[in-house]
């Protein structure tokens, strides 16, 4: 097993400009690391289960659902049911 970190195999770009605000997922309040059109990185102490379906609110009042792909080290990787759009 190799001590390096997992390579980033996400292919959308990110919305950077949405990087650490706080938002609602499953009526918690949680800091978005990062978001595209097909999912988000949470960063969250809350625990939730590979394959739960959760809604996340995103900072321009839009709320999305997503299954959980991973929750460890205080990272929640969630990936939309349907790709969204960039709100400009």
Excluded at 10 to 38: C, F, I, N, P, T
Excluded at 47 to 55: E, H, I, L, S, T
């Amino acid at each position: 097993m190799s001590n390096l970190p997992p390579r980033e195999r996400r292919e959308s770009d990110r919305w950077l400009d949405y990087a650490g605000q706080v938002v609602a997922l499953e009526g918690r309040m949680v800091k978005l690391v990062d978001v595209s059109k097909s999912g988000a990185k949470i960063a969250s102490n809350a625990r939730f289960g590979v394959g739960d379906v959760v809604c996340l609110e995103l900072p321009w009042g839009k709320t999305v659902r997503g299954t959980v792909l991973s929750c460890e080290g205080g990272i929640v990787r969630i990936q939309f049911a349907f790709e969204i759009e960039e709100p400009y």
